[in-house]
């Protein structure tokens, strides 16, 4: 017999997604996906380019409903097919009344899909991108934490708005570092998971005020869901679990992490 999943949450104080990719959600309209967003309280939700492919498409999808905000930028796995021309849409977008950051961007060893050296390269033009534009930036770092710090260390006085490294799963080194330069660090479903003891670590290690919530999604679904799509409206239990895991009252984090996206992306709100 299969455990029954319990009902999402819905709580008295709003909350924001803070990183998924609405274009790739499959499993229903996109309508019915923001419609069920909504009705667990999520106030905003900001989807994330990775491509030349979808920079146009967040765009668009950021246009869907007002309280819908995009990225503009080359993920790390894509950075080979990052051009002149592809910069020069970034630029031109990357401040757009809907844009709120640019990312995702960053360097990932573990799957190596694009040259290291090109990866740094890339990661180092989008960065400056950031720093000309005053713009946060979305980072993705795996399995390449000394390179992320140095490459962070030499924008370390132009990058006035720091940003967030999402889906952290990174060692404490690249974890402290990022803290102490006024990063915040977002943390999804695998928070949830059996196996993530050491994400776990990281959140205990990480103050409170610099946290972002996040679903990635469609992946790492969170428990008690996992083996489903994941989508924005499962982003309560993502709030949950970091409270039970920091050991803080439910509420201080949906305040406190609700504050915190406000000042990352949203600083006029």
Known sequence: MSKKRREIPVFEHPIIETHCHLDYLKDRPLEET??????????????IAVSPDNLATVRELSQAEPWVYGTQGIHPHEAETYTDAVEEEIRAHGSDEKI??????GLDYFYDHADREV????FRRQLQIACDLNQPVVIHSREADDDTIAILGEFESTLKRRGVI?????????AQYALDQGWCLGFNGITSFNKAENVRDIVRMAPIE???LETDSPFLTPVPYRGRENAPFY????????AEVKELPLEQVIQQTYLNSLKTFFPAA
């Open 34 to 47: 923001l419609e069920r967003t909504r009705q667990v309280n999520i106030e905003r939700v900001i989807t």
């Open 100 to 105: 709120v950051a640019i990312g995702e961007i």
């Open 119 to 122: 990866q740094k390269d890339v």
């Open 166 to 174: 999402h889906s952290f799963t990174s060692g404490p080194e690249l």
């Open 210 to 212: 610099q946290i972002l």
């Open 235 to 242: 982003l309560p239990f993502v709030a949950e679990k970091i």
